[in-house]
Structures are given as C-alpha cells and as structure tokens.
C-alpha cells in the first residue's frame, strides 16, 4: 500500500508492506525505496516494511530550502512518530544510513535495532564525494524522471542541494557512537566508496555493533549480493546473538 503523508510541510511518498514487527528501510542519496527492490525489501516476509522517501527524492516533491542530514533526520523522526507510531527496526543505505545513526543519537527511544549498510558517521569517510557543478549520472537522472513530481529538468538542482553538502554532513566524533544504545549491525562492502578503516572505527564505536563486510562487493552491494546480504541482515533483525565461544570484543 502505497501513498502520502504530510510531514511539517513535507509531502512524503512511502510504501508499506508485509506484516509483523516495523522495519522502515531509509534509501541513498540520489535514488529512492527501489533500491531496496529485490533485496532488503524481501524481509516483508517477516516484518512490516516501510519505505519511505525522502524530500526531493523519488515520489516525494522537493521543498524550497537545502537538503540535508539534519533535515532529512528531522523528517525520519516525523514519520516514525506519525506512521509508524513508535520504535522500529531502522536500516539504512548509504547516505540513508548515515540519517538513520543521526536518529538513533537524537531519538534512542525510536530505534530498536539499527542497521546501517555503507554508512558514514563523519564525512572524511568517504572515498569518493559528488561535487558541484560535476556531470549528472545518466542512469540516475532516468530513474529520477521515471517518478519525480518534479520532472527530470529539476534532477540537477537535487543534485546540487546534496553535492553542496557533502563534505560538511555527517560531523560526529568517534565518541559520538557510544551513545549508540540499541544492537547495531554494520555492513559494507569490500571495495566501497566508503574506507574500510571508515567502518571499522564505525562499528568499534559502538557498544553492540556487529560487523559484516560482504566480499567482491562495492557500494552497490545490495544489488551485487542481494541474497547474501538480505540474509545478513534478516537474521541480525529477527532473531537474538548467537553464543560466540572465543570472544575477544564481547567479554
């Protein structure tokens, strides 16, 4: 079931799907809820998926002013206040990633396990940045026309809301992860834009966090191993830690 709600002014596309406990499923920049299509959006099996997107990706319109974390975080907390009406399974890719650790840091109450794939906690951890004025991607600007409101002659100006910040968003220390409360998994590929060093800092910063880092994969791992990664992730949401017997981390 697919449709709109309104948030602070914000006229937000989701789908929803499946049935069970909540699982909101927060897409990359410059893409939207199909990048989840055939992958993590097959946990509907098993839970209650939302998808929503964001402002001035996908279905949902742009609004007048920039496009960033914090907004886009302020948005996220809006919906899983108003739709999903309470604490979720929260899983992010990429830039979506990067927005739903800034909701566990503000909104602790709201996420009860967090799963960030190719995710950022301080810009610097990126390899690879989009930059102003550079070329738009021409598979993505198709897929943006494809069910834009906003029609494919507004792909550029998205484009550079999201180039003018990247480099300033996100901003968090190392120690900033330690208030990371719930069970968190951390996933990436083997040749992402995102630093392994990057991720490993990510995952040994916060207390509960798993790490999983899926080989011959870049950071469209979702769609270059769909089914391993959609099982690495289905069985860190459904399920509790299996018993490890030569911890070295967890003691």
């Given at each position: 079931?697919a ?33 989840f299509?055939?992958n ?17 990706h ?23 206040d ?12 990429s ?9 566990a ?7 009860e ?7 950022v ?35 550029p ?6 180039a003018e ?23 990436t ?28 994969a870049?950071?469209?791992l979702?769609?270059?191993k769909?089914e ?11 399920g ?10 967890r003691?």
């Amino acid at each position: 079931m697919a449709g709109y709600v309104d948030l602070d002014g914000v006229r937000t596309w989701y789908d929803e799907r499946g049935s069970g406990e909540p699982l909101v499923l927060l897409h990359g920049g410059l893409s939207d809820s199909r990048i989840f299509t055939g992958n993590l959006d097959t946990l509907a099996e098993r839970f209650h998926v939302y998808l929503p997107e964001r402002r001035g990706h996908g279905h949902t319109p742009d609004v007048e002013g920039p496009i960033t974390i914090e907004l886009m975080t302020r948005d996220t907390i809006a919906f899983l206040d108003k739709v999903v009406g309470g604490p979720a399974r929260l899983a992010g890719y990429s830039n979506g990633a990067s927005i739903a650790l800034e909701v566990a840091l503000q909104r602790p109450d709201l996420v009860e396990r967090l799963v960030l794939v190719s995710g950022v906690f301080a810009a610097e951890g990126m390899l690879v940045k989009p930059e102003p004025g550079a070329p738009v991607p021409e598979e993505m600007a198709k897929l943006y026309a494809e069910v834009s409101p906003d029609g494919p002659e507004h792909f550029p100006v998205v484009v550079a809301k999201i180039a003018e910040v990247v480099g300033k968003e996100p901003a968090h220390d190392v120690a900033d992860l330690a208030r990371v409360g719930c069970r968190t998994l951390v996933m990436t590929g083997d040749d992402d834009i995102v630093s392994l060093e990057h991720t490993v800092e990510l995952y040994r910063g916060i207390p509960d966090a798993e790490l999983a880092i899926v080989p011959r994969a870049t950071h469209l791992l979702l769609m270059e191993k769909p089914e391993l990664c959609t099982r690495i992730v289905g069985e860190f949401l459904a399920g509790e830690p299996a018993p490890t017997f030569m911890p070295m981390r967890r003691v």
